[in-house]
């Protein structure tokens, strides 16, 4: 499941990072306590921060415009 970011703003992907990286943490707990279902998820919650990273730092760069 890719999202489109390239959509968002520069203030809503910094938002969207934050809230993805809750959930990795949260993720990341979770398997510890071993109630994890999905183990997929961990590499497409850190996939997502990845490609977030990307366009915020286009932003940064210049590449992108607010």
Known sequence: M???YSDLT??????KKEE??????DHRFNNVLGHVDN????R????NIARLNTV???FK???RKA
Do not use: F
Not at 39 to 42: D, I, R
């Open 2 to 4: 890719m999202e489109k």
């Open 56 to 58: 915020i730092h286009e």
């Open 10 to 15: 520069y203030e809503e992907l910094l938002n």
């Open 39 to 42: 183990n997929l998820e961990k």
């Open 44 to 47: 497409n919650l850190r996939r």
């Open 20 to 25: 993805l990286h809750k959930k990795l943490m």
């Open 61 to 63: 760069l210049g590449i």
